[in-house]
């Protein structure tokens, strides 16, 4: 009995083998003019644009921050860079997703909804001190804001969101904002700095007299790009002293496209 289980479960193997062969097999390749989105990372004292520019690669992202690209490649100057020895490693330009969508309809703009958040956590104790968050600066990488005066405005009623990035389209704004379509990045910049005040006199949010900068960087279904995300990131280290800069939240996930190192 036991030659013929072994020969068995051998006989299963390869059939599973030879499945899986057909099954690739079975799948077109990508044509060979086609290109897919990719993050280049050169070593250290290497120009990542003049490296990719040589493949005949197109470069749509210049990221600093990593010593990386991003760019649009084909299969032939995707294999051409990865023999290149300048080239540390090359990954493909996946999404991170929000988590959660806050429902606008719950409650109206007029209404003021304990949320807690300060007092569980002492801050209602630094807003009575007259400590709110005024001076520093929070950026926000996420999906933009509502134009909410609670968000835009301090407890003192003056404009406080400094500028708007866009890294999808490299774009600074100062005047001009755009709307949160997906509304992840209103909730978390709630919690943060709103400033609207319940009926007890409590602050919604954890620095109300914060500076905000928003860097919009996720799309109505709450996905971004790797290579928006790192350029986002990129601006905000660029601009730290710039605009006071203490704080940056990134509230998302993503599948992970490399060794945690």
């Known amino acids: ?16 083998v030879f499945g899986l062969a057909v099954s690739a097999a079975a799948q077109p390749p990508l044509p060979a003019d086609s290109a897919e ?16 520019g040589a493949t005949g690669g197109s470069v749509t992202h210049q ?19 990865e023999e290149d020895p300048a080239v540390e490693r090359i990954w493909i330009n996946g999404l991170a997703e929000l988590t959660g969508k806050p429902d606008r309809k719950t409650t109206s703009k007029s209404e003021v909804v304990e949320t807690h958040y300060p007092a569980h956590l002492g801050a209602d ?4 001190a007259g400590i709110d ?3 520093v600066t929070i950026a926000i990488l996420d999906s933009g804001i509502f134009r909410d005066n609670g968000l835009t405005k301090s407890p003192l009623g003056s404009d406080r ?12 704004s100062t005047t001009s904002f755009s709307e949160d ?4 990045g209103s909730h978390v910049t709630s919690i943060a700095a709103s400033s609207r ?33 790192v350029r986002g990131l990129d601006w905000v280290l660029a601009n730290k002293d710039r605009f006071g800069i203490r704080i940056l939240n990134c509230s998302f996930s993503a599948t992970a496209q490399s060794f945690y190192w």
């Open 1 to 16: 009995m036991k030659p013929r289980t072994q020969t068995t479960t051998l006989m299963w193997l390869l059939l599973v």
């Open 37 to 52: 989105s990719y993050i280049v990372q050169v070593a250290d004292g290497h120009d990542a644009v003049s490296i990719v």
């Open 63 to 81: 990221l600093g921050i990593i010593g990386a690209v991003a760019a649009d490649l084909t299969v032939v100057q995707h294999l051409r860079l």
């Open 125 to 128: 104790a630094l807003h009575l």
């Open 133 to 135: 968050g005024s001076g």
């Open 161 to 172: 969101v400094l500028t708007e990035y866009d890294p999808v389209v490299d774009k600074v």
């Open 181 to 184: 379509d997906h509304g992840h």
């Open 197 to 229: 005040v319940t009926s007890d006199g409590n602050y919604n949010g954890m620095a109300p007299g914060a500076d905000l900068l928003v860097i919009r960087a996720f799309d109505a279904s709450g996905s971004a790009t790797y290579a928006d995300i």
